[in-house]
């Protein structure tokens, strides 16, 4: 009965040890303010120059979420098929709280990924183009609609051949933005220098 008891002691013990090993940021939750270091998990960009919405998830083997430049990159990794097995948290910006040219860094910006109402289609464009814009409310969505067009998605109507569809035409207006002038682009001739 003594070895019992002892065995049963050393196991409890290793475990809270083992506990204690862990580590601490693992069990952490929420959004956290982001840094100049910090770059797009799926593109490499650098997030805070970039304009429009932005978003984090926190995986389960991490305690310092990734970043991503815009709500299109984010979705992309969130349908990958092992992401629902490693991502324990996603949030995005609430669009209508912070300005698109420069959106809010700080975490109380953010809401919920899975519970957000996304405007697609319309008029506004982010890091790589056309983005979901995030809401926290569908009448938020909805006035934003009233102003720059588009249509009222929830997460669960987001598809892997949607994400595909926003990246096909992330930039289906660039001729019409402006004129490309070789001489002015490459430096006269044709020719970069």
């Known amino acids: 009965m003594k070895q019992v008891l002892l065995l049963t002691t050393v196991l409890i013990l290793g475990l809270l040890l083992a506990g204690c090993n862990s580590e601490p940021q693992a069990d952490a939750t929420g959004p956290t303010e982001m840094t100049?270091?910090?770059?797009?998990?799926?593109?490499g960009m650098i997030v805070l120059d970039q304009q429009g919405p932005k978003g984090q998830a926190r995986l389960r083997t991490s305690g310092k979420p990734v970043y991503f430049c815009s709500t299109s990159d984010m979705?992309?990794?969130?349908?990958q098929p092992e992401s629902p097995a490693i991502v324990?948290?996603?949030w995005v910006h609430d669009m209508h709280n912070t300005d698109w040219r420069n959106p809010d860094n700080h975490p109380h910006a953010y809401i919920d990924a899975?519970?957000?109402w996304y405007v697609l289609d319309h008029d506004l464009r982010g890091a790589m183009g056309h983005t979901l814009a995030p809401f926290a409310s569908k009448e938020h969505a909805?006035?934003?609609v009233a102003e720059h067009g588009g249509r009222i998605l929830?997460?669960?109507d987001i598809t892997?051949?949607?994400?595909?569809?926003?990246a096909s035409y992330a930039f289906p207006d660039f001729d019409t933005v402006r004129d490309f002038d070789p001489e002015i682009e490459?430096?006269?001739g044709g020719h970069a220098h």
């Open 36 to 43: 100049r270091a910090d770059d797009c998990h799926v593109c």
């Open 75 to 79: 979705m992309a990794f969130l349908f």
């Open 88 to 90: 324990r948290e996603a």
């Open 114 to 116: 899975y519970t957000a």
């Open 142 to 144: 909805e006035g934003f």
């Open 154 to 156: 929830r997460y669960e």
């Open 160 to 166: 892997v051949d949607l994400i595909a569809e926003m």
């Open 186 to 188: 490459l430096g006269g």
